[in-house]
């Protein structure tokens, strides 16, 4: 499968959204000086090839006082790719990324409970084929949060049951 072939406009289309999602497409199009309808047309071919999408973005605030844990992997070099698949597949995994240095798997989570995160740790990252060692580190304060990088939403979150 060829990678999509985006061109000026999408690009500068994607940037528009990307900051305001909200922004109408009259607007998006006098902005970049081509009709509603190019707009709406290239909106729709872009979340068609799963290039772009719509959601609601929630703060921690509003996640019950969720916490973000990074959890560093190490893993056979050789099965990395299919070890993330398998991590990024558990349902309270977030964001997973293939990484160089001390471990080739970073994993990123919420997480409620400390119960609900050595789970996830100990009982179903460690027991994928591979993985030979789990560091788990957490974060205490958040200065800047990216949500194009790690979507906050209340069902992604490790152990949601009440403390």
Do not use: W
């Not at 070890?83 to 349902?91: E, T």
């Not at 409620?112 to 974060?139: F, K, R, W």
């Amino acid at each position: 499968m060829s990678a999509p072939q985006l061109d000026d406009l999408d690009r500068q289309l994607i940037e528009v959204l990307a900051r305001d999602a909200r922004v109408s497409n009259r607007k998006i199009a006098v902005d970049l000086g081509v009709t509603e309808g190019t707009v709406r047309g290239r909106i729709k071919r872009l979340q068609q090839d799963g290039l772009i999408s719509f959601t609601a973005i929630t703060s921690f605030g509003l996640a019950n006082s969720a916490k973000l844990a990074l959890i560093g992997v190490q893993a056979d070099v050789e099965n990395v790719r299919d070890i993330a698949r398998q991590i990024a597949d558990l349902p309270t995994v977030n964001a997973v990324m293939i990484t160089m240095g001390r471990f080739n798997i970073f994993a990123f989570c919420l997480f409620n409970t400390l119960d609900g995160l050595l789970e996830l740790t100990s009982d179903q990252i460690l027991a994928v084929p591979g993985v030979h060692h789990v560091e788990t580190s957490i974060a205490v304060k958040t200065l800047k949060y990216n949500a194009r990088v790690v979507r906050i939403t209340e069902a992604d979150m490790a152990g949601d049951e009440a403390d």
